[in-house]
């Protein structure tokens, strides 16, 4: 065993390369890698030469972990949510006004759409656009994705030749908080944008009385 068997949790994945030395440690709600672990036996077993390999390894088996969990997690569409607005007071409206009421709300939902595409294009970074990230002394380079993904890793063979093994674990840690928090820079949206729509439907769905006179137009 190269180490203590970390203890099972749903709060995390874990994946190895195929020796066993290399270890890496994903967030399930993220797919960020949050912890990594190497082996004293990583020089025996890995070598300088294929390090960067188990390590890529160890970040792609977690990664597929996390993606597959992803896929077969129930979606927020499977929890029932409360109707804001009774079947019998939506009952009560003449016909005339149901007909004008669901014209409003298509136009309402338009406007939402309009203005949630205008907000990703605005805030939504380049998905050609690669994001990378090193540690202090410029020796582990990890270029990400627009979604988070490893697509490249570099790492000074000469550095990691004569590096220990603790300066090593450091090093890859900070090339990955490095390389996400130029991913996270770029989701930053310059400027806010407006969504009166948007700011519209929350103020309707969350109080009854004001979305009833809505509907019978009672308030614009």
């Known amino acids: 065993m190269q180490w203590d068997e970390p ?10 390369d195929d020796t066993g030395c290399v ?20 020089r025996d077993k890995v070598g300088v030469a294929g390090f960067t390999d188990a390590l890529a390894s ?9 993606l597959e969990a992803v896929t077969t997690k129930p979606g927020d569409r499977d929890q029932s949510t409360p109707s804001v607005l009774s079947a019998e007071d939506w009952e009560r409206l003449p016909l005339g006004q149901q007909l004008a009421a669901l014209g409003r709300l298509t136009d309402l939902l338009d406007a939402v759409t ?18 990378a990230g090193s540690d ?24 990691l030749a004569g590096a220990s093994t603790a300066r090593v674990v450091q ?16 989701h930053e949206p310059a400027l806010a944008t407006a969504t009166p729509a948007a700011d519209r439907v929350l103020a309707l769905a969350s109080n009854p ?10 308030e614009h």
Request: hydrophobic share 40%.
């Open 209 to 218: 009385q004001v979305l009833r006179g809505w509907l019978r137009q009672e």
């Open 114 to 131: 309009t203005e949630a595409a205008h907000v990703l294009q605005c805030g939504q970074p380049n998905p050609t656009v690669d994001y």
């Open 136 to 159: 202090p002394r410029h020796v582990v380079r990890i270029t990400l994705n627009v979604s988070g993904a490893l697509v490249r890793l570099t790492i000074a063979e000469d550095w």
């Open 58 to 66: 160890a970040v792609t088996k977690a990664r597929l972990s996390y």
């Open 7 to 16: 203890e099972e949790s749903s709060e995390t994945i874990t994946a190895t």
């Open 171 to 186: 090093a890859v840690k900070d090339a990955f908080e490095s390389a996400y928090a130029s991913l996270d820079s770029a």
């Open 23 to 42: 270890q890496v440690t994903m967030d399930p709600s993220s797919g960020r890698v949050v912890d990594f672990r190497l082996s004293a036996l990583w």
